[in-house]
């Protein structure tokens, strides 16, 4: 097992990022290559940059992966309220996607906060 699989952050983005797929599946065809793929590629960047931060030699250079995870939950959160105008997704859908990537971001902000303190 890799250090990275053991950060219940990394764990949390991974089930997120699964259930963005699901929901995704969803969304008009002609979407495909406009926000259902943008949405996949903001969401798995969540995980990537974890896993890819975890591996760097310095926790300057891991803070920066996760600032670089945060910024693309930031993106999400965006992807979503565009989806649910659009009408892509219902608004209970939207509360809960958004109360699930809302907990991946605290999660991130208190991984960055840790690392930031040591």
């Known amino acids: 097992m890799y250090r990275f699989e053991k950060l219940h ?6 089930d997120f990022s699964e259930e963005i797929y699901r ?10 290559f406009g926000l259902t793929s943008q949405l996949r590629r903001a969401t798995t960047s969540i995980p990537l940059n974890i896993a ?4 760097c ?10 600032s670089i995870a945060l910024r693309s939950q930031y993106e999400v959160v965006t992807i979503l309220k565009l ?15 958004q109360e699930m990537v809302d907990e991946v971001g605290r999660l991130l902000q208190g ?8």
């Open 9 to 14: 952050v990394w764990q949390k983005a991974m």
């Open 23 to 32: 929901l995704s599946n969803k969304f008009p065809k002609e979407e495909l």
């Open 52 to 55: 890819e931060g975890s591996g």
């Open 57 to 66: 030699q310095t926790k300057k250079e891991f803070v920066h992966f996760s």
């Open 83 to 97: 989806s649910h105008r659009l009408k892509f997704i219902q608004e209970k859908e939207l509360e809960t996607f």
């Open 111 to 118: 991984l960055i906060n840790s690392l930031k303190k040591h």
